[in-house]
């Protein structure tokens, strides 16, 4: 079960949420990390302001240490856009490859590591595909429906 969606606004304006309120990619990045023994979700710190005379807004994401495995470090993305829930997005998507790119051998066999697809021709995500391929025996409908979900979001 995801944790409670924590979301409150501090006296300087800036949202406070784990964003496991939707299905999006902030909800998939959880849901990944929690394969991988995760016990604390992503936090995002956003606000909005105005630079000159635009709406504009800005997320800062943390995965937090891993519990265990010291040698994963934290991850920080930085991410400015126009939309809270827009850039609430784009920085766990961003966090998704990053994750991705810094453990290529643990993710693949997890519908996370399709990410980024990008290239068919990049032989790391031939390998993640190559890979991923075991998952269809017992694990078809499972395999397919996280796909999917990846897929529609």
Same mark, same amino acid.
């Given at each position: ?7 409150? #606004?501090? +006296?300087?304006? /800036?949202? +406070? ?28 710190? %956003? ?5 000159? %005379? ?17 040698? #994963? ?23 998704? +490859?990053?994750?991705?790119?810094? /453990? ?5 066999? /997890? ?19 190559? /890979?991923? %391929? ?11 429906? %996280? ?7």
């Amino acid at each position: 079960m995801a944790a409670p969606s924590n979301i409150f #606004w501090d +006296h300087a304006g /800036h949202l +406070h949420t784990n964003a496991l309120y939707w299905e999006g990619f902030s909800r998939l990045l959880w849901e990944s990390l929690r394969l991988f023994f995760y016990t604390e979700p992503p936090q995002y710190d %956003g606000v909005e302001y105005r630079e000159e %005379g635009v709406p504009r807004c800005r997320v800062k994401m943390t995965i937090p240490q891993h519990p265990f495995r010291s040698q #994963w470090q934290p991850i920080e993305i930085d991410v400015v856009g126009y939309c809270l829930v827009d850039t609430i997005e784009t920085a766990a998507l961003k966090a998704i +490859h990053i994750f991705c790119n810094q /453990h290529p051998m643990e993710v693949a066999g /997890h519908p996370i590591s399709l990410f980024p697809a990008i290239d068919s021709s990049d032989p790391e995500w031939n390998f993640r595909i190559a /890979h991923y %391929g075991h998952m269809l025996g017992d694990l078809a409908e499972e395999t397919l429906r %996280g796909t999917i979900r990846f897929m529609n979001v």
